[in-house]
């Protein structure tokens, strides 16, 4: 059975539909890497400092930042490698036409996981700014995304997929598998976020943020197996013993649904001074930024999802079911189906369903060690369930090494992803004032090693340093002593 004939069997040629549009929109949009730790955890990061944590913009380093625009790509999988290249992706765009051995797909082995699992993100962003007001910050900003995520998918199931169903050593083997997921989702987001400095006393501070995100659903497509009992007989022979799924579809449009998302953060901070009566960027003692000596964040990320109207959905439970060619079966649309399956199936549908958000939790730590030179670690775990039609992110881990100024950054991430320790991805980061370049997986590009993964992101950004009253502009009103209203910096900068 080739793939667009498996995809007709269940129902889903409009899913497989929905999912190509989604991965075409990660193509097209050229260049959301998985995390950014080489941005995440910067002191002038601006507004990406948000995506990870809410809460790390309260008390913000630049006054204002403001993204003029970024993009972001990830992809990463279990399942197959790019192998045998004999140049470095940089290397094949460079010489293309003197490139002898353009690689093969190989499979790759599951690692500690017991299932395969892939993930692909993009996502345009568009402007996008961060105030800071005292211990307060605002920001608001507009990006779009798109994610596909696939997980459950069994190492027999693996195999049938890369070598075919006439893959011999399992051929006419019963296999059983469960929690078999397939997603997929665009849309763009408009944000607001907001943090706060609660409490500033003695030499530590803490803060707390949200973010609130309307999504604007673009397309979608979902499909899950809750139970799937198969033996493939002969070349030719497939029965299915059982099989219990569910399946939506959201054609492409403008609105094809909407939801709401959140972010939700916390963050504390032991300070190298006394952070009492600390105002950033408001008054003498708030012109220059509070050092720290270590950071501790927990952040709950991506809560929330979008319901798609007007949409194809439904579920399936089959009895046994004995195709004889898998090869050839004319399926080209519902009706087809419904006289394939009609004698042991039980088929509900809906003109509606909803997809989550790739929900996580985050805890994220950094650690100064002299004046400029700080070492962050991070850990992603998702929050997706087998059983939920929610968008899977990547879980990861990592370290991230970094020298910052404030018109020279570089970071180097040692990322696991799916904490594959025998498989850690090198990243770098380069940022010159607002201009950001950087990679959580670098080595595809410059190397000759197997290909599992790419990732890449690239911002434009303008950052204001110094806020109207540390530039020596007082307020219109007269100062009351003890009071907490701007005024200018002895020493202005």
């Known amino acids: 059975m080739d793939r667009s004939t498996f995809a007709g069997i269940l129902p889903y040629q409009g899913a497989v539909r929905a999912l190509?549009?989604?991965?075409?929109?990660?193509?097209?949009?050229?260049?959301?890497?998985?995390?950014?730790?080489?941005?995440?955890?910067?002191?002038?990061?601006?507004?990406?400092?948000?995506?990870?944590?809410?809460?790390?913009?309260?008390?913000?380093?630049?006054?204002?930042?403001?993204?003029?625009?970024?993009?972001?790509?990830?992809?990463?999988?279990?399942?197959?490698?790019?192998?045998?290249?004999?140049?470095?992706?940089?290397?094949?765009?460079?010489?293309?036409?003197?490139?002898?051995?353009?690689g093969r797909v190989v499979l790759r082995s599951s690692?500690?996981?017991r299932t395969h699992r892939a993930t692909v993100q993009a996502a345009v962003?568009?402007?996008?700014?961060?105030l800071a007001l005292g211990r307060g910050t605002i920001g608001l900003g507009i990006r779009?995304?798109?994610?596909?995520?696939?997980?459950?998918?069994?190492?027999?199931?693996?195999?049938?997929?890369?070598?075919?169903?006439?893959?011999?050593?399992?051929?006419?083997?019963?296999?059983?598998?469960?929690?078999?997921?397939?997603?997929?989702?665009?849309?763009?987001?408009?944000?607001?976020?907001?943090?706060?400095?609660?409490?500033?006393?003695?030499?530590?501070?803490?803060?707390?943020?949200?973010?609130?995100?309307?999504?604007?659903?673009?397309s979608a497509g979902a499909f899950q197996f809750t139970d799937l009992d198969y033996?493939?007989?002969?070349?030719?022979?497939?029965?299915?013993?059982?099989?219990?799924?569910?399946?939506?579809?959201?054609?492409p449009a403008v609105r094809a649904g909407s939801g709401w998302g959140a972010d939700l953060g916390m963050v504390y901070e032991r300070t190298l001074d006394e952070a009492d009566g600390y105002f950033p960027h408001q008054g003498a003692s708030g012109c220059t930024p509070i050092r720290y000596r270590y950071r501790i964040g927990v952040s709950l990320i991506d809560l929330g999802g979008i319901r798609f109207r007007n949409a194809e959905a439904g579920t399936i439970s089959a009895g046994s079911l004995t195709i004889p060619d898998h090869e050839h079966i004319p399926v080209q649309g519902v009706s087809d189906l419904d006289s394939l399956l009609s004698t042991t199936t039980q088929w509900s549908r809906s003109t509606e369903f909803a997809i989550g958000l790739p929900t996580a939790i985050s805890l994220q730590y950094d650690q100064r060690i002299v004046d400029h030179a700080y070492i962050a670690f991070a850990a992603v775990q998702n929050l997706?369930?087998?059983?939920?039609?929610?968008?899977?992110?990547?879980?990861?881990?990592?370290?991230?090494?970094?020298?910052?100024?404030?018109?020279?950054?570089?970071?180097?991430?040692?990322?696991?992803h799916e904490y594959a320790i025998t498989r850690p991805s090198i990243g770098f980061m380069l940022r010159l004032n607002g201009l950001v370049i950087g990679s959580d997986h670098i080595l595809p590009f410059v190397?000759?090693?197997?290909?599992?993964?790419?990732?890449?992101?690239?911002?434009?950004?303008?950052?204001?340093?110094?806020?109207?009253?540390?530039?020596?502009?007082?307020?219109?009103?007269?100062?009351?002593?003890?009071?907490?209203?701007?005024?200018?910096?002895?020493?202005?900068?």
């Not at 369930?385 to 040692?414: D, K, M």
């Open 20 to 102: 190509l549009f989604t991965c075409v929109a990660v193509v097209a949009f050229s260049a959301s890497a998985q995390e950014r730790y080489g941005i995440a955890h910067s002191n002038f990061g601006g507004t990406d400092i948000a995506y990870l944590n809410p809460a790390r913009t309260a008390g913000q380093w630049p006054y204002a930042d403001i993204r003029i625009a970024g993009a972001d790509a990830f992809a990463w999988n279990s399942l197959v490698a790019w192998s045998d290249r004999d140049q470095s992706l940089v290397g094949e765009l460079r010489d293309r036409s003197t490139s002898t051995t353009p």
């Open 111 to 113: 690692d500690l996981a």
């Open 125 to 130: 962003l568009g402007p996008a700014v961060s």
């Open 144 to 218: 779009s995304r798109a994610h596909v995520s696939a997980s459950g998918v069994s190492e027999e199931l693996g195999n049938f997929i890369y070598q075919g169903f006439n893959y011999a050593p399992q051929v006419g083997v019963r296999y059983r598998d469960q929690g078999v997921r397939v997603l997929g989702a665009a849309w763009t987001e408009f944000s607001a976020n907001y943090a706060h400095i609660i409490r500033a006393e003695g030499f530590s501070f803490i803060s707390v943020g949200v973010g609130m995100r309307y999504n604007l659903g673009h």
């Open 231 to 251: 033996t493939v007989v002969d070349t030719a022979q497939l029965i299915i013993h059982e099989a219990t799924a569910r399946y939506g579809v959201a054609q």
């Open 384 to 416: 997706a369930g087998r059983s939920s039609l929610r968008l899977r992110r990547a879980n990861s881990l990592a370290i991230t090494p970094r020298f910052e100024t404030r018109y020279f950054e570089a970071a180097l991430p040692v990322v696991l």
């Open 447 to 493: 190397s000759k090693a197997d290909v599992y993964a790419l990732d890449v992101y690239a911002r434009l950004r303008i950052m204001l340093f110094r806020s109207p009253a540390c530039k020596g502009k007082r307020s219109s009103k007269k100062h009351r002593s003890g009071s907490k209203d701007m005024v200018p910096c002895v020493f202005p900068k």
